[in-house]
């Protein structure tokens, strides 16, 4: 059975348009990190590229950091606690803000071409949706770091 998997994609006024290249790999992304984990239900996912400013702000307002970052996420369930039955349908994870500044830089930093940096940011904030956090302990920290790697080794990105 193919999975269902809806992505609304969104960026801020600084990037009026959005490459199909960079998309599709974040729609690859997301895709292989819900197969990976193997959600038993159609998923809905809204994307938005996003400036330094506006993703700083969003950084201040929701977790008091007073600094750009990454990409955030915005999960609709905590901790991964999905309603069975409000989920039968389709579950709508929440959202996923990816600083199209930063990756360029962290590309450029870790060697990795910017599509490739995208899908795993994309990946890393999938996993947030799912109930991963990375923060809580050392031991959720590796295990979400031997996830994004096994996911990031299956992607052709």
Same mark, same amino acid.
Not at 31 to 47: F, G, I, K, R
């Given at each position: 059975? !193919?999975r269902e998997l809806f992505i609304s994609f969104s960026a801020t006024e600084s990037f009026p348009?959005?490459?199909?290249? =960079? !998309? =599709?790999?974040?729609?690859?992304?997301?895709?292989? +990190? =819900?197969?990976?984990?193997?959600?038993?239900?159609?998923?809905?996912?809204?994307? +938005?590229?996003?400036?330094?400013?506006? @993703?700083?702000?969003? /950084? !201040?307002?929701?977790?008091?950091? *007073?600094?750009? +970052?990454?990409?955030?996420?915005?999960?609709?369930?905590?901790?991964? /606690?999905?309603?069975?039955?409000?989920?039968?349908?389709?579950?709508?994870?929440?959202? @996923?803000?990816?600083?199209?500044?930063?990756?360029? $830089?962290?590309?450029?930093?870790?060697? *990795?071409?910017?599509i490739r940096e995208v899908a795993f940011l994309a990946v890393h904030s999938t996993l947030h949706? =799912?109930?991963?956090?990375?923060?809580?302990? $050392?031991?959720?920290?590796?295990?979400?770091?031997? @996830?994004? !790697?096994? @996911?990031? *080794?299956?992607?052709?990105?």
């Open positions: 059975m !193919k348009e959005v490459d199909y290249s =960079l !998309k =599709l790999a974040v729609r690859r992304a997301i895709y292989a +990190t =819900l197969e990976h984990e193997e959600l038993p239900y159609p998923a809905e996912v809204s994307v +938005t590229f996003a400036s330094a400013e506006y @993703i700083h702000s969003l /950084n !201040k307002q929701f977790r008091g950091v *007073n600094r750009p +970052t990454d990409v955030l996420s915005f999960p609709l369930y905590e901790d991964g /606690n999905f309603d069975p039955v409000e989920c039968s349908m389709g579950a709508c994870l929440g959202d @996923i803000v990816i600083s199209v500044p930063r990756a360029m $830089e962290q590309a450029g930093e870790v060697g *990795n071409s910017f949706l =799912l109930g991963y956090d990375h923060e809580r302990s $050392e031991d959720e920290d590796k295990l979400q770091c031997k @996830i994004q !790697k096994e @996911i990031m *080794n299956s992607l052709e990105v």
